[in-house]
């Protein structure tokens, strides 16, 4: 887990009488592993039940539930009424998983693919209304052709292997980024998987593929100045709304991440949703992509469920945990 340099305010919990948490602040890295567990101070609550649980399909290809027979129970870590509406997450080392294990990088980026799923599954067994997650950054396109046709192939069987999940379970899929710059055959299959889901309200999973930050602005910028341009929007008029209004991320009802994660240790954002993380909170994991799982989720949603969220303001006895 991660500590940021200055001091994350923390609170107890709003029926505990327990002490509060403590993190390390002189360091990076608090305990994170999954051999640390204990060393994190968190306030146990009671079980809750868990929501409708989501099936996915496992790679084994015998239609086994990832989700399991058992509904998953909720972590007493967790207080539910403090969930997280959208969650963000930076999927960062799958080469480097792939590359310790003396695998091909193509190992490490379908190992991030289980990853995802096992994500997914627990985002709908919690309550979590969106899961974006950052797939394919613009600035990927320069890695090795082979690399690149092998992650949109896997990008295209994925989506071929869960659709009927998706539809099935609730699930919505969004996919955000320039997409002209896909294969044509991915850019047909990304619009009827839309299609086919977007009355789905369990679980909005939102793709970022060929995205950036960056180019997000960009694109919103040039959709105001060409209604200025025809005459649909004065210049006096364009506000900060106005602009959000025509980012990527005006497709779902919570554009903004409550809480973003990043993997593998690095300490940036990466040009990922660079308007919308204005008030997010940030969590950094040390784990691979492919490495992280329930435990490490666990960790990060008990880290944001003890942050203040004050936006500005003085108000330190109110925890803000709603996307606006």
Not at 22 to 45: D, E, M, N, V
Not at 163 to 187: C, H, M, N, T, Y
């Amino acid at each position: 887990m991660f500590s940021l340099r200055f001091p994350v305010p923390l609170v107890n919990s709003p029926s505990s009488s327990s002490p509060s948490p403590s993190f390390h602040s002189h360091s990076y890295y608090p305990p994170c592993h999954r051999s640390q567990t204990q060393g994190l101070a968190i306030t146990k609550r009671g079980s809750v039940a868990a929501p409708a649980r989501v099936a996915l399909r496992d790679d084994a290809g015998d239609g086994t539930s990832l989700a399991g027979e058992s509904p998953e129970p909720w972590p007493e870590e967790l207080s539910p009424e403090l969930m997280p509406k959208h969650v963000a997450v930076i999927m960062d080392g799958n080469g480097r998983w792939a590359k310790l294990k003396g695998l091909a990088p193509s190992a490490g980026h379908q190992a991030g693919v289980e990853s995802l799923r096992r994500l997914v599954r627990l985002c709908c067994s919690w309550g979590i209304k969106v899961l974006t997650v950052f797939a394919f950054s613009t600035d990927n396109w320069v890695r090795p052709k082979v690399e690149v046709d092998f992650l949109l192939r896997l990008f295209e069987r994925t989506i071929n292997s869960e659709i009927d999940a998706f539809k099935r379970e609730g699930i919505r899929i969004s996919v955000i980024g320039d997409s002209s710059k896909l294969p044509e055959s991915l850019q047909k299959l990304i619009a009827g998987a839309e299609e086919d889901t977007k009355q789905n309200s369990r679980l909005q999973l939102i793709v970022a593929v060929s995205y950036s930050g960056k180019y997000d602005v960009v694109q919103a910028c040039r959709s105001v100045a060409q209604k200025v341009k025809d005459g649909e929007l004065y210049v006096d008029d364009i506000n900060e709304n106005i602009i959000e209004q025509e980012l990527e991320t005006n497709c779902t009802e919570f554009p903004y991440p409550d809480l973003l994660i990043r993997t593998s240790g690095e300490l940036r954002v990466s040009n990922f949703l660079l308007w919308q993380l204005a008030y997010t909170e940030l969590y950094f994991n040390r784990d691979l992509w492919p490495d992280f799982g329930k435990d490490e989720f666990v960790h990060a949603l008990s880290s944001f469920q003890q942050r203040q969220r004050r936006y500005g303001g003085r108000n330190s006895s109110t925890i803000h945990t709603s996307s606006s």
